[in-house]
């Protein structure tokens, strides 16, 4: 066991130490756009609900700490939601956030114009719109349930991004950009709900999603 940690130690000395070589200089920072989809749903303790796929777009700016670790905030326009399946009726849950996300990221050792990174960092979810979706018709009363439920809906959501960049690096400076991440929600989306006297247990159902993103820098 000894000799393998310090295997491994070396290992990571070789590697950090190749890394500066393909990663940009301290000081610089590069800013740019990037969408794609977003393959969302929401987890509860007996497991997750089905995804809803739809969307995700915002802008970020990137800032070299040295020539390993970069730091980089963004904001985010994120269509999440779940849907529920039972036969062949579907609910399709929609809810919309701005996330402000600021990610810690580490360039790992590449070619020379291509720049890998991972990163992880928390995100801060503030509610913009929400809706639901049916694929058939429903009495008035049970809208009228799903809109008492609705109003439990949080404003905010908080959790975590785990990204993995591959970046093109361009002759004039720019950079494309291929970003497989995932989001985590650590709150609740809902609050519990109380009707009369009886209160309905809803704050394990929590955001998880999983976004295939492509951009531009500059």
Sequence with gaps: ??????????????????????????????YGIKAGPNFSTAVADEGRLNFRTAGAFGAFMSYNLS??????????????????V???????NKINYVDLNLLLKLVLPTEKRVQTTIGIGPYIGMKVSNSYDFNFDVP?????AMDIIYDQLKSTDVGMVISSEMNILLENGGMII???RGTVGMT???DDLTIGEETFSMTELKNMGIQILVGYAF
């Design 1 to 30: 066991m000894k000799r393998f940690s310090v295997s491994m130690v070396i290992l990571m000395a070789v590697i950090l130490c190749s890394s500066a070589g393909y990663s940009t200089e301290k000081g610089e920072f590069h």
């Design 67 to 84: 020539g390993l670790f970069q730091v980089q905030p963004e904001v985010m326009f994120m269509m999440r939601g779940w849907k529920e």
């Design 86 to 92: 039972a036969g062949g009726l579907t609910l399709t």
């Design 140 to 144: 008035s009363e049970f809208e009228d």
């Design 178 to 180: 291929f970003d497989l």
């Design 188 to 190: 609740p989306i809902f």
